[in-house]
C-alpha cells in the first residue's frame, strides 16, 4: 500500500494486497481515517457551507445502523451531539422528528417543552436555525395500522401529535413541517378501504393547517409550509401516496381545506425507487408551484430505499437536477435525508460522512452554475429551439429533413455535460 503524499510505485493499484502494513489499534484508524479526510481536499470551510441553506436532519445523524436484518454499528448520539457537531462543519439548518428528541414518555406531556426549551438553547448556543418539523407516524406500534387507521382513537391521537408538531416548529422558528405517510397503506389486500383512508388522511392535515393557522397568529409568525414526502414502497408494501404526482393529485382533490398552505417535500431517492427520472418528478412539482423542500440523497433504481449520501451514486443526475432547480430558481431548502452506512463509525458520521456529503452538494450546486453559463451548451440549446426551415411545414418528411442535422444537438449536449461533471471543459486532460 502506498501513502498519500508519496508516489505509488509503478503498477501500484488501489487495491492492493492490504499485508504490506502493520496492523492499526483504534485510535490509530481514527487518525488515519481523518488523515485520508484531509488528503482527499476539495472541501469547503464552514463559512462557505453556510452560504447554502443545507439542513442536517437529526435522524440522519442519529442513524445507529440498525434496519430489519441490521443490528446496530454505532452507538447514540442525542441531539445536543448532533447540533454542536453540524455547526462545526457549517451546516446551518437542523430539522427532526417530534420523537428523534421528545420519548414517548414525554410527548404532548408538559415534560416535552422542557426538551424543546433545551434544544432551542442548544440551537442558539451554536448559531444553527430549525428549519423543519415533522411527525413521526410510522415507528410506534400505536401506528402499526397507519395514522389514518379505522379507529378513532388512532386518528385522533395522530391528529393531536400533528397539531403538536406544529407547535413545536412554530417554538423552534421551523418554516416547514413535513409529512411522509410511509404507513398510510396496507401489507394486505382488501384490509382497507383506499378513499376512506385518504379521507382520514386529509382530515388529520386539515387540523394540522388549522393549528398553524391559530398558532402563527399567537407567536406572530407566517404559517409553515406543509410538505407531503412520497416515497413508493417501505413499510407498507401498498402506499396510498406513493409519488409526488400522487401527492400533487391528492393537494388538489378538493380533501383539503387549505390546499394553499400545502406543497411537496420531494425525496430524490424515493422518484428513483418507482423507476422515474427525479428530474422530470421535479419539473412537474415545479409546474404546480409546490416545490417546497426537497430531501437530497442517493441510490438505486427499483430497490429499497438505501439512503445514499447525495452524489454517490448518480452524480451526472445530480447535476442536471440542480441545473433544474438553479434554472428555476428553486428557493427552499435542501435536507440531507440520508444514513451514513454501517460501516461508518461514530467518529467517520462527523468527520466523513456529512462534510462530504455538503461538499459534493456545492460542488455540483456550482457546477450546475457552469453548465448554465456554458457557450457550448448555450449555442446548442438555442440552435435546437431556432430549428430550421422546411420547404413543406405540412410535410412530415420535410418538416424532419429540414432539423435532421441539429439533432445530433442531443448527443453532443449530454457529452458536453459529462465534460463539465468531470472538470474536461476546463482544460483536464488524460494522457494516454
Ligand atoms: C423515510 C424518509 C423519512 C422522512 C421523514 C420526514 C426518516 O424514507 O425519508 O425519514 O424524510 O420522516 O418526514
Ligand atoms: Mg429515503
Ligand atoms: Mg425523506
Redesign the pocket.
Known sequence: MFCVGRRPAQGVRYHGAGNAMKTLTVPEQSALVSRLSRACGGSYSPAQRRKYWISG?Q?AAAYEGQALFHAPTRTPTGFEEVIRRYAEIGIPCW?T?DTDVIPYSAILKDQQWEIVGRIKKSLDENGLKCS?V???T?HHAVFAAGPAAEASAVRAYASKRLENTVEIGHKLGAEFA???P?SLGYQVQGAIEETQTLKWYAEGLNAACEADIALAKRHGRPTLKHCL?A?PF?PAAEILLPTSDAMLAFISSGLLRHPGMVGL?P?YL?ELMWGAAPRAALARALLCGKLFHF?INDGYRLKH?V?LAVGLVNPLDWLNVLVLLRSHDYKGPF?L?YKPPRTTSNHGVFEVSFPTAVDRFITLWEMAGEVMTDPVLYEATEALKTGGTPSDPDDAASVFESQKELLTLHELISHRLFQILIGQHRGRTYSV
Request: aromatic share 16%; hydrophobic share 25%.
Open positions: 436532519p435522524w430539522a422528528h423543519m415533522t411527525t413521526e410510522f413535513v409529512y411522509w410511509g414526502e416515497k417501505e417535500n425525496e424515493h430531501d430505499d439512503d435536507n435525508d
